[in-house]
């Protein structure tokens, strides 16, 4: 569509102005406006080094050179140098963009120019919230766009205003990501995993320990903190019954929205927890052998029959 007059000359400007202004390319140090809008508090490294953490609904300021390295946390499994998540970056002036773990992402980002509208391709709001987002790299980029009268090439993006700043959002969305994943037994490790008796899915199927076998039935949907726990593709969730106690196995039922019974809490220390019982998901007996129902069990500090990872 062609540009607007008033588009014409506000892009002439910024090409003459900024694009080229020996300022905007001096510019060595910006503040960065970073909010945690996550469940839980997080940890913010930058650079690959801890720089504190910010609480729940708070947001810090970092004046910082331009080029400071990724900004990211480890939180909801994510990892201290990076891995399994997902990362803000910055080149030179006016460059930003987001790269994600390709395989796995803790916490979704968003990066928006502070207080700057976006206008004809420059300064979006980019956003990246799962391993299928289209607004990030997969892996970080080599090499720097060139000053253009146009916007760079996606997942790139540019903000030619001269001492433009950014506001970078962890969990933008307000909560963790789901993911498709297995959920593995302390015991057993990687080889066993939390499964769908005979892939029947329909209300009360026994929830048991399997073999690992790359099936729809070990594929679950959860989340660090309070969750349900979803059989991926299905609408149907782990259930604890109308009586959860000690001993009682487990099953699936069709998912509903404020269920006591599918109200779970899957916590920093790998616990799988129904909120507000006291009751967590158990390795009945500790025993991993195939077919072995899983249970509720009164929650116990120390109890390996509870730890359960993805």
């Given at each position: 569509?062609?540009?607007?007059?008033?588009?014409?000359?506000?892009?002439?400007?910024?090409?003459?102005?900024t694009l080229a202004?020996?300022?905007?390319?001096?510019?060595?140090?910006?503040?960065?406006?970073?909010?945690?809008?996550?469940p839980t508090s997080?940890?913010?490294?930058?650079?690959?080094?801890?720089?504190?953490?910010?609480?729940?609904?708070?947001?810090?300021?970092?004046?910082?050179?331009?080029?400071?390295?990724?900004?990211?946390?480890?939180?909801?499994?994510?990892?201290?140098?990076?891995?399994?998540?997902?990362?803000?970056?910055?080149?030179?002036?006016?460059?930003?963009?987001?790269?994600?773990?390709?395989?796995?992402?803790?916490?979704?980002?968003?990066?928006?120019?502070?207080?700057?509208?976006?206008?004809?391709?420059?300064?979006?709001?980019?956003?990246?919230?799962?391993?299928?987002?289209?607004?990030?790299?997969?892996?970080?980029?080599?090499?720097?766009?060139?000053?253009?009268?146009?916007?760079?090439?996606?997942?790139?993006?540019?903000?030619?205003?001269?001492?433009?700043?950014?506001?970078?959002?962890?969990?933008?969305?307000?909560?963790?990501?789901?993911?498709?994943?297995?959920?593995?037994?302390?015991?057993?490790?990687?080889?066993?995993?939390?499964?769908?008796?005979?892939?029947?899915?329909?209300?009360?199927?026994?929830?048991?320990?399997?073999?690992?076998?790359?099936?729809?039935?070990?594929?679950?949907?959860?989340?660090?903190?309070?969750?349900?726990?979803?059989?991926?593709?299905?609408?149907?969730?782990?259930?604890?019954?109308?009586?959860?106690?000690?001993?009682?196995?487990?099953?699936?039922?069709?998912?509903?929205?404020?269920?006591?019974?599918?109200?779970?809490?899957?916590?920093?220390?790998?616990?799988?927890?129904?909120?507000?019982?006291?009751?967590?998901?158990?390795?009945?007996?500790?025993?991993?052998?195939?077919?072995?129902?899983?249970?509720?069990?009164?929650?116990?500090?120390?109890?390996?029959?509870?730890?359960?990872?993805?």
């Amino acid at each position: 569509m062609p540009l607007s007059l008033a588009s014409t000359i506000l892009l002439a400007s910024l090409t003459s102005s900024t694009l080229a202004s020996p300022m905007a390319q001096r510019q060595s140090t910006r503040p960065f406006y970073i909010a945690n809008n996550c469940p839980t508090s997080v940890n913010l490294y930058i650079g690959g080094v801890l720089s504190g953490s910010i609480g729940k609904g708070k947001s810090v300021t970092k004046t910082l050179p331009v080029d400071s390295g990724f900004f990211y946390t480890n939180v909801n499994a994510g990892s201290p140098t990076a891995e399994g998540t997902s990362r803000a970056g910055f080149l030179g002036p006016d460059i930003y963009y987001i790269v994600k773990d390709p395989t796995y992402i803790n916490a979704g980002i968003s990066i928006v120019p502070h207080k700057q509208a976006a206008f004809n391709g420059f300064c979006p709001k980019i956003e990246c919230d799962s391993i299928d987002c289209t607004q990030a790299f997969s892996f970080p980029p080599t090499g720097v766009p060139p000053n253009s009268t146009t916007p760079p090439t996606p997942p790139y993006f540019r903000c030619p205003v001269a001492s433009v700043t950014f506001d970078i959002t962890f969990c933008p969305t307000g909560k963790f990501p789901s993911q498709v994943t297995t959920i593995h037994p302390l015991f057993g490790g990687a080889q066993k995993c939390m499964d769908v008796r005979g892939a029947k899915f329909e209300n009360g199927t026994p929830v048991q320990v399997y073999d690992c076998n790359k099936t729809n039935a070990q594929r679950w949907l959860i989340t660090r903190g309070n969750t349900k726990v979803q059989l991926a593709g299905t609408n149907f969730c782990l259930d604890a019954g109308s009586n959860p106690a000690s001993g009682v196995g487990l099953k699936i039922w069709q998912c509903y929205d404020n269920l006591a019974a599918q109200a779970w809490n899957y916590s920093d220390d790998d616990r799988i927890t129904l909120v507000g019982k006291g009751q967590c998901l158990d390795l009945t007996g500790g025993n991993t052998a195939n077919s072995n129902q899983l249970q509720t069990w009164q929650c116990y500090a120390g109890n390996n029959n509870q730890v359960w990872t993805v």
